[in-house]
């Protein structure tokens, strides 16, 4: 997918905001769940048009949500044709957007790793080392013991 191009850009922007308002407003499937449009990536001919999605709910859910989408793929694809008025109507694909699940993933993972540290802040609290803080010889205290 190439985002460089400026055209294509505007485009998948476009597209972007006729898909959501179509969802919200025109596509009346029982299987469409609570879905956000993240992201429309297009190809750098403007062919392809890639819609991310992200849906709330389960598994089961997500499931029905990708058949409605797919079942209103031609629906979609006319009507940004005709809001582009572009020449070729790019074909369209729908991906789930697995990104709000592993930032979840991420957080939760940082949030553990955070709160290990404060425990082991709290077991170190008023502790001293056994011997010299470093323990280790440098050249200048070799220096010194010479001279």
């Known amino acids: 997918m190439n985002t460089e191009n400026p055209r294509a850009k ?16 025109r596509i009346k499937d029982p ?5 956000t449009v ?3 990536r297009v190809t750098g001919d403007l062919q392809m048009a890639s819609v991310f999605y ?6 089961e859910e997500r499931a029905g949500t990708a058949a409605a989408l797919e079942s ?9 044709g ?11 694909e729908f991906h789930l957007d697995t990104v709000p699940e592993t930032s979840a993933h991420l957080t939760a993972a940082l949030d553990e790793a955070r709160r290990r540290d404060e425990e082991l802040a709290a077991l170190r609290a008023g502790k001293h080392y056994a011997g ?4 280790y010889r440098h050249k200048d205290d070799l220096d010194e013991a010479e001279g």
């Open 10 to 25: 505007r485009l998948a922007d476009r597209i972007k905001v006729i898909v959501a308002q179509m969802l919200d407003t």
């Open 31 to 35: 299987r469409l769940g609570f879905v």
């Open 38 to 40: 993240t992201d429309v």
């Open 54 to 59: 992200t849906v709330y709910g389960s598994d």
């Open 72 to 80: 209103a793929k031609g629906l979609i694809r006319s009507e940004v």
């Open 82 to 92: 005709k809001q582009t008025g572009i020449r070729l109507t790019p074909t369209i």
């Open 132 to 135: 010299d803080e470093d323990p």
